[in-house]
């Protein structure tokens, strides 16, 4: 548990961090309202609420609520899946959440994922044991809980959720003979009030399926799309982020999946519900999200949207190692986790606690006075200038829709204030006087100042301005291009 809080001490934030903090800062109803208009559900943003009305806007405490929920499915290995699976099985488990890079990567990410992997994992274990013929009631009312908590956390939770309870059905199917009414009518009964409970967020999804159709980020470059997923989950490594050496992640991801294949295959007669359940579900979500996509002609599968079917896939790599491994090769593969996730961490730590981070924000808070307002833009079709805004929401703020971004994603970004005001030609902003910073922040690695918000801001506004700062944050790789102009 140390392992990984290691390199969570810090206040950096990226463009998606920065929404939920945002967010977090506005009532129930009004989160409710104004995630409607995102593409991810409600639960977790509410829950991040909870923890504002407690502490206030603490980073470090939403860093630490992920890192919460880590932690809690690492004790359940040796809890609920000791009991259910034997303590070497309960032991690996909690040692590959502990220890994996991509959860040494995501223990403090302050986004959903480890909160729908935690849920995924509760609701799942339950299934199977209700699969195993124990009647006990409260199998299904945590299954059901916790799959709803799910699927009102994230989409592909309630693509899991379908998943598992598809595999529920088919057991019950194949072994009919051996099954009475009353195990369908269990069945149907779970499947009901999962929807039942579903149902007050069930027209806001099919609003957002609709305008995921219509326009959504995910792109599908080949063959680097399918070798960073394949990489993402064992080193966390993606796009432009390296945590674990490339090499590395490549010899050790296909050495333990020779490894859990030859294990497999040699005892294939003794997988049983675990296997079906934790691999079931993880390619089938990414086959529904695959069908799905094709569907709407839209990619919707993603490196880091798989993040919560992996606490199944450790499931399974703890029960392979306990059930079919070798003890000399299981230690081999803990010493290469272990290198591999020091790398992770040291790479974290070099990362977060960088002084570069804080450079933008230091700078403005030396210089921004009460009352001075904001000016950012999407330029480039670039949302991280958002990242200052989560930082300075008590301002006057002027967002740019230069790039003229649907309705749908101008109310989603209420999120860094209601009060906002959203302009497509800088020219309709009238009556601004005095201070405005113009603040352009990109992920884009062109290594000097992107001047063009600043400039138009200039001509537009007929202002006068001494030039451009230029930072470049170690973290994440953010550009920031910022520069005072009055008015």
């Not at 949207?305 to 992996?310: D, E, K, N, P, R």
């Not at 230690?331 to 803990?334: E, R, S």
């Given at each position: 548990?140390?392992?990984?809080?290691?390199?969570?001490?810090?206040?950096?934030?990226?463009?998606?961090?920065?929404?939920?903090?945002?967010?977090a800062?506005?009532s129930?109803?009004?989160?409710?309202?104004?995630?409607?208009?995102?593409?991810?559900p409600?639960?977790?943003?509410?829950?991040?609420?909870?923890?504002?009305?407690?502490?206030?806007?603490?980073?470090?405490?939403?860093?630490?609520?992920?890192?919460?929920?880590?932690?809690?499915?690492?004790?359940?290995?040796?809890t609920g899946?000791?009991?259910?699976?034997?303590?070497?099985?309960?032991?690996?488990?909690?040692?590959?959440?502990?220890?994996?890079?991509?959860?040494?990567?995501?223990?403090?990410?302050?986004?959903?994922?480890?909160?729908?992997?935690?849920?995924?994992?509760?609701?799942?274990?339950?299934?199977?044991?209700?699969?195993?013929g124990?009647?006990?009631?409260w199998n299904?009312?945590?299954?059901?809980?916790?799959?709803?908590?799910?699927?009102?956390?994230?989409?592909?939770?309630?693509?899991?959720?379908?998943?598992?309870?598809?595999?529920?059905?088919?057991?019950?199917?194949?072994?009919?003979?051996?099954?009475?009414?009353?195990?369908?009518?269990?069945?149907?009964?779970?499947?009901?009030?999962?929807?039942?409970?579903?149902?007050?967020?069930i027209?806001?999804f099919?609003?957002?399926?609709?305008?995921?159709?219509?326009?959504?980020?995910?792109?599908?470059?080949?063959?680097?799309?399918?070798?960073?997923?394949l990489l993402?989950?064992?080193?966390?490594?993606?796009?432009?982020?390296?945590?674990?050496?490339?090499i590395?992640?490549?010899?050790?991801?296909?050495?333990?999946?020779?490894?859990?294949?030859?294990?497999?295959?040699?005892?294939k007669?003794?997988?049983?519900?675990?296997?079906?359940?934790?691999?079931?579900?993880?390619?089938?979500?990414?086959?529904?999200a695959?069908?799905?996509?094709?569907?709407?002609?839209r990619?919707?599968?993603?490196?880091r949207?798989?993040?919560?079917?992996?606490?199944?896939?450790?499931?399974?790599?703890?029960?392979?190692?306990?059930?079919?491994?070798?003890?000399m090769?299981n230690?081999?593969?803990?010493v290469?986790?272990?290198?591999?996730?020091?790398?992770?961490?040291?790479?974290?730590?070099?990362?977060?606690?960088?002084?570069?981070?804080?450079?933008?924000?230091?700078?403005?808070?030396?210089?921004?006075?009460?009352?001075?307002?904001i000016?950012v833009?999407?330029?480039?079709?670039?949302?991280?200038?958002?990242?200052?805004?989560?930082?300075?929401?008590?301002?006057p703020?002027?967002?740019?829709?230069?790039?003229?971004?649907?309705?749908?994603?101008?109310?989603?970004?209420?999120?860094?204030?209601?009060?906002?005001?959203?302009?497509?030609?800088?020219?309709?902003i009238?009556?601004?006087?005095?201070?405005?910073?113009?603040?352009?922040?990109?992920?884009?690695?062109?290594?000097?100042?992107?001047?063009?918000?600043?400039?138009?801001?200039?001509?537009a506004?007929?202002?006068?301005?001494?030039?451009?700062?230029?930072?470049?944050?170690k973290?994440?790789?953010?550009?920031y291009?910022?520069?005072?102009?009055?008015?």
């Open positions: 548990m140390i392992f990984t809080l290691l390199s969570l001490f810090h206040t950096n934030i990226w463009f998606d961090e920065s929404y939920s903090v945002s967010l800062t506005h129930f109803s009004e989160i409710w309202r104004i995630d409607s208009h995102d593409v991810h409600v639960l977790y943003y509410q829950l991040l609420h909870c923890l504002f009305l407690m502490f206030g806007e603490n980073i470090q405490v939403y860093r630490l609520f992920s890192w919460a929920c880590l932690s809690m499915m690492g004790i359940f290995g040796y899946i000791r009991k259910d699976y034997g303590e070497d099985c309960g032991l690996w488990f909690s040692f590959f959440v502990f220890f994996f890079p991509v959860n040494v990567v995501y223990a403090g990410e302050i986004r959903m994922y480890m909160l729908v992997s935690l849920l995924i994992l509760l609701g799942t274990f339950y299934a199977i044991r209700i699969a195993k124990q009647k006990n009631i299904h009312i945590r299954m059901v809980l916790f799959f709803v908590l799910a699927a009102y956390t994230h989409y592909y939770g309630l693509l899991a959720a379908a998943v598992v309870n598809l595999i529920l059905l088919v057991i019950l199917i194949l072994h009919w003979k051996e099954k009475t009414w009353k195990d369908f009518a269990a069945w149907l009964a779970d499947g009901v009030l999962q929807i039942a409970l579903y149902i007050p967020w027209f806001v099919l609003a957002q399926t609709g305008n995921v159709k219509t326009n959504f980020w995910i792109q599908w470059i080949w063959p680097k799309s399918l070798i960073e997923i993402f989950q064992v080193s966390g490594n993606l796009e432009k982020e390296t945590y674990v050496p490339v590395l992640a490549v010899l050790f991801e296909a050495s333990i999946t020779a490894y859990l294949i030859v294990n497999a295959c040699h005892k007669h003794q997988h049983g519900y675990i296997t079906l359940f934790t691999l079931g579900t993880y390619f089938g979500v990414i086959a529904i695959v069908g799905a996509g094709f569907a709407m002609h990619i919707i599968i993603y490196s949207y798989l993040l919560v079917c992996t606490s199944l896939l450790f499931l399974y790599f703890a029960y392979n190692f306990a059930t079919f491994g070798k003890k090769l230690a081999v593969f803990c290469a986790i272990m290198i591999c996730s020091i790398c992770a961490n040291l790479s974290l730590i070099d990362i977060n606690y960088d002084a570069s981070n804080q450079a933008p924000y230091e700078y403005l808070n030396a210089n921004m006075q009460e009352g001075d307002a000016l833009g999407n330029y480039n079709q670039d949302p991280n200038s958002f990242i200052a805004v989560a930082k300075y929401m008590n301002h703020l002027y967002y740019w829709n230069e790039m003229y971004w649907m309705d749908e994603s101008v109310k989603a970004y209420q999120a860094y204030g209601t009060g906002m005001r959203v302009v497509y030609d800088l020219k309709d009238e009556g601004l006087s005095g201070r405005v910073w113009v603040i352009y922040a990109d992920d884009d690695h062109v290594g000097h100042a992107v001047n063009h918000v600043y400039d138009a801001a200039l001509q506004f007929h202002a006068t301005g001494s030039g451009t700062q230029y930072f470049q944050t973290y994440k790789s953010i550009e291009t910022i520069g005072l102009i009055t008015v």
